[in-house]
């Protein structure tokens, strides 16, 4: 089955199972996709009415975690009175890990939430598109066969789809949501555990130390310290973010690159074992830095540390929450 | 003859001739994106771009910069002011969207006179803007629709056209005219050059698609802050700021205190800020008149739209539809300002 041909039978399917929900009064709403006004986005959207089914999509630009909606920062989905709406989400697999590690760390009520399972099969790698074909307009973006087409005014350039999917799609071991049939309809699939050799960490890991510090200062020269991959990010959901606390102040916030790199560094504390490795801070980044080298390092220590993935199950809560007399702490250093 | 003509391989020249007088910036290419930087090698220059990333506001206004430094000496405060405030800077191959910009800037930095912001004002005071005619427009731009226009050479000291194999330049200010003048170098333009750079501008204006109705738009507003709207509107904004960040008419900006007390010493900064925060609007009583996502989302359209045109008698929005390409959750400006456009009045 070529991509084109997958895409539509998760289209339909997605459309199918919003109607039934909303006509059996199952959901109130439907959080999904619909086609952006640019050839490669797509924007959120919420349905209300089961007429507007057809507006949801699926073309593999959905750049968004739409979790991110549901977590406790964004306002809530409630009807005239207040009451909070049942909610039914698209969800691909990394939708479904934050549906399920809010549900762990108790921001969401799983009661008010149906997931719409899907097969995800990836988002494409807008950036290195972009990237290549440089100062020129893209006017179209369509998928045939196994190909991404871009057309332009007089141009037309093809890019494999395999290898012009976001390097975190590449591999993806949670294509469709860890949960049951209570919580999730469509394609689910009940995980326990996954198993990743962490390849792609392989060449930062062969790096020196002086030369993982190179690497990271150049990744992260062109920040600006916008925070969009804070606003991104599906469990990134603090009333008040350390880096906006000024009383007392946590650190400088000049753009100059100790400020950059302490905010990044914390950044990556917060998400360990958090991280449900969706791209989504990589793929808002206005200026283009990818994060996702940083988060599957962050995925590969957890991993390796504590066997743990987040987002697979919605009762067990990450490692950095959870306390163990069996952790190793060959870290701690002894008094005397 | 008033036009002249400079050979793409004469950028080189001209920079050497223009950078013993001047701080050049122009548009580079940094890991993929476009911005303004300032030039330490000509090769660096990138003038065939569609427009630049980051505005060349960060020229002008950077995100960050210190305002001043001071030293403390017991109970004697020393401040050391900014002292390359004289310095002259040129801004080469801006384009006319943002050149408008910096006059937008001036309402903002000077406040009709009743407060002056001396460090913007004596830096654009000091500036020279040699802008570029924009011969393909994206599909985002809209400039046409806000009082702008491709080859909308107002806002420049000189014109550059490009015309394929050369440039078309034209001096436009006193001060444009004069260093044309003195670029005694440059060839003359024959009137079939002069001919393309209008055929090149005309093109170029009808290949904008984008529109909006800003007469409506700005009546509209006027009478439906709290239309439901707002609420459809703001639904998909994850409230991130790249749009007001990457928009050459924003001008919000926070200042710091760094102190080092260890050294008695510090430096006040200002950094850019953004209405789309949350804290942005956040009163030290802890009430907050734009705490949803509603309100501050209103908020970047009613500034631009409803309250610049209602000071100064202008849009706050030059169309360069930078918001529309950055917005990763595709909240188009031009699709809020269609639906602005549409709001029938009340009881009508």
């Known amino acids: 089955m070529t991509i084109e041909t997958e895409n539509k039978d998760i289209e339909n399917s997605i459309r199918d199972t919003a109607k039934k929900l909303l006509s059996e009064k199952q959901v109130d709403v439907i959080l999904g996709y619909s086609k952006g006004t640019l050839p490669l986005s797509s924007t959120p959207i919420i349905i209300r009415k089961e007429d507007d089914v057809d507006k949801l999509v699926w073309n593999n630009l959905t750049y968004i975690n739409i979790a991110r909606y549901l977590a406790p920062l964004m306002p809530q989905l409630c009807d005239n009175e207040g009451n909070p709406l049942k909610i039914g989400i698209v969800a691909k697999g990394c939708v479904g890990r934050a549906v399920n590690l809010l549900a762990a760390e108790k921001q969401i009520n799983l009661e008010n939430v149906k997931m719409i399972g899907i097969n995800c099969n990836g988002n494409v790698n807008r950036s290195v598109i972009d990237l290549e074909i440089g100062e020129k307009e893209i006017l179209d973006v369509l998928i045939s066969g196994d190909d991404i087409i871009a057309k332009g005014k007089d141009w037309e350039q093809i890019f494999p789809y395999d290898q012009y999917i976001n390097e975190l799609c590449k591999v993806c071991q949670v294509k469709s949501p860890s949960a049951t049939a209570d919580t999730c309809v469509g394609e689910c699939q009940e995980l326990e555990s996954i198993h990743d050799e962490f390849a792609d960490v392989a060449e930062y890991d062969a790096k020196s130390d002086d030369e993982k510090w190179e690497y990271i200062k150049d990744a992260l020269e062109p920040c600006t310290l916008c925070y969009s991959c804070r606003q991104a990010c599906p469990v990134c959901y603090c009333n008040l973010c350390f880096v906006d606390q000024n009383l007392p102040v946590w650190f400088g916030k000049t753009t100059q690159l100790p400020d950059v790199i302490v905010f990044h560094l914390i950044r990556a504390f917060h998400l360990a074992g958090r991280c449900v490795a969706c791209g989504a801070c990589s793929s808002v980044c206005p200026v283009g830095i990818d994060l996702n080298k940083i988060t599957r390092k962050l995925e590969e220590i957890v991993k390796k540390r504590f066997d743990f993935t987040s987002g697979l199950s919605a009762e067990t809560v990450p490692p950095m929450m959870d306390f163990s007399m069996h952790d190793a702490e060959e870290f701690m250093l002894e008094e005397d | ?348």
């Open chain 2, 1 to 348: 003859m008033e036009q002249k003509i400079l050979k793409k391989d004469e950028i080189e020249k001209l920079y050497n001739e223009l950078a013993s007088e001047y701080n050049v910036y122009a548009p580079v290419k940094k890991k993929g994106n476009i911005s303004f930087e300032k030039i330490e090698k000509s090769e660096d220059i990138v003038l065939d771009y569609l427009n630049s990333k980051i505005p060349p506001k960060s020229v002008l206004f950077p995100q960050m910069e210190v305002l001043f430094e001071y030293t403390l000496d017991e109970k004697d405060v020393e401040i050391t002011d900014r002292q390359d405030l004289d310095q002259k800077i040129l801004i080469l191959g801006i384009r006319p969207c943002d050149a408008y910009s910096f006059e937008l800037f001036a309402n903002f930095f000077s406040s009709h006179g009743n407060w002056k912001d001396e460090i913007y004002l004596k830096k654009k005071e000091n500036t020279t803007l040699i802008g570029m005619g924009c011969n393909t427009p994206r599909t985002t731009c809209f400039c046409t629709s806000v009082g702008g226009n491709p080859f909308n050479k107002e806002n420049m000291d000189v014109f550059l056209t490009d015309l394929g194999d050369k440039y078309l330049v034209e001096g436009i200010s006193d001060k444009g005219k004069e260093m044309v003048k003195n670029l005694s170098w440059l060839s003359d333009a024959t009137d079939a050059d002069v001919k393309k750079s209008s055929e090149l501008a005309k093109q170029a204006e009808e290949s904008i698609t984008a529109t909006i109705d800003s007469e409506t738009i700005v009546k509209n507003l006027e009478t439906n802050f709290e239309h439901p709207v707002w609420r459809e509107i703001s639904e998909s904004c994850i409230g991130c700021g790249s749009c007001s960040y990457l928009c050459p008419t924003c001008t919000c900006f926070d200042v710091i205190d760094e102190t080092d007390k260890y050294n008695n010493r510090g430096r006040r900064i200002r950094i850019w800020d953004t209405c789309q925060s949350c804290l942005y609007s956040l009163e030290t009583s802890g009430h907050n008149p734009r705490d949803t996502k509603i309100q501050r989302c209103r908020n970047r359209i009613m500034h631009k739209f409803s309250y610049y045109p209602e000071n100064y008698e202008l849009l706050g929005c030059v169309g360069c539809g930078r918001c529309i390409a950055v917005c990763p959750a595709n909240n188009d400006i031009l699709t809020i300002l269609h639906k602005v456009e549409k709001i029938e009045e009340k009881g009508g």
